[in-house]
C-alpha cells in the first residue's frame, strides 16, 4: 500500500525562524511530488513539485523542498518564517503505475509573531 | 480564471437522509476527483473522472455513496442514505491530466447529526 508520511503533525515557530517539515514516502520508482498549503479558511493550493530534474524545487513565497531518492524523502524548508505562512502543509506523492494521489496527514504550522 | 467551484459550503443533515454535493472543474479540465478529509487527516481519494469515464471508484462506497459527472463536465456526489460517519468535508479537485497538478475547490463541510 502507499504510504506518506509526514512525521511532525503540529509546529510552533516565531517568526524569522526557520522551517523543515519532513516528508517520507513507503516505495520505489519513479514518483511526482508535491507541497500543497491550506491557509486558514482557505482551499487546498500548491505550493510546490517535482517531476523529474533538479532535485532542489523552489516554490511560492519562498518556500523550496530537496528531493532525496535514497531516502524517500521530500522535506519542505522555509530559511524565515512569516505570521502569514500560519497553515496546514500537506506532502503528497503521485506514483504513475497507481495513478492516485495520496497526502499524508498533513503539518499544522503556527507562526507566533 | 474561475477556480474550481463546489456548493454548497456547509450542509447539516440528519442520518439517513440523502445528500448532494456539486462540482465544477476549471474548464479545459478532463480529469476530476472528489476526496474526502477527516479532521486531521489529508485528503483521501473516493473517484477520479476522465472526461465522463469513472476511471478509480475503488475507494468509494458503493452501498450508499454515488458519483456521477454527465458530458464531462460538471459532477455530482450523492450520498443515501447518510450516516454519522460520513461527517467529514469533501473536496472536489480537477487537472488537466492524471499526475499533473490538481486543482482543489473550497470543500462542502458536511455535519450528519
Known amino acids: 500500500a502507499q504510504s506518506v508520511s509526514q512525521h511532525n503533525h503540529h509546529v510552533i515557530l516565531s517568526e524569522a525562524a526557520s522551517l523543515e517539515l519532513g516528508c517520507n514516502y513507503s516505495y520505489g520508482g519513479t514518483v511526482n511530488l508535491f507541497w500543497y498549503v491550506q491557509y486558514p479558511g482557505q482551499h487546498l493550493q500548491l505550493l510546490l513539485k517535482y517531476f523529474s530534474g533538479d532535485p532542489l524545487v523552489k516554490g511560492i513565497k519562498g518556500f523550496e523542498a530537496e528531493f532525496i531518492k535514497s531516502k524517500f524523502s521530500f522535506n519542505l524548508r522555509k530559511p524565515s518564517v512569516q505570521w502569514s505562512d500560519t497553515a496546514e502543509y500537506f506532502c503528497?506523492?503521485?506514483?504513475?503505475?497507481?495513478?492516485?494521489?495520496?497526502f499524508g496527514t498533513g503539518t499544522r504550522l503556527l507562526v507566533s509573531p | 480564471e474561475a477556480g474550481v467551484v463546489q456548493s454548497p459550503r456547509y450542509k447539516i443533515i440528519e442520518k439517513k437522509q440523502p445528500v448532494a454535493f456539486w462540482c465544477n472543474p476549471i474548464?479545459?479540465?478532463?480529469?476530476l476527483y472528489w476526496y474526502l478529509q477527516n479532521l486531521g487527516q489529508g485528503p483521501e481519494l473516493l473517484i477520479r473522472?476522465?472526461?465522463?469515464?469513472?476511471?478509480?471508484d475503488s475507494q468509494l462506497p458503493k452501498d450508499r455513496f454515488s458519483a456521477e459527472r454527465l458530458k464531462g463536465v460538471d459532477s455530482t456526489l450523492k450520498i443515501q442514505p447518510a450516516e454519522l460517519g460520513d461527517s467529514a468535508v469533501y473536496l472536489c479537485?480537477?487537472?488537466?491530466?492524471?499526475?499533473?497538478?490538481?486543482?482543489f475547490g473550497p470543500g462542502t463541510r458536511l455535519t450528519v447529526l
Open positions: 473522472y476522465e472526461n465522463e469515464e469513472a476511471v478509480d
Open positions: 474548464s479545459g479540465h478532463n480529469t
Open positions: 503528497a506523492v503521485f506514483r504513475p503505475g497507481f495513478q492516485k494521489l495520496v
Open positions: 479537485a480537477s487537472s488537466p491530466g492524471v499526475g499533473d497538478e490538481q486543482f
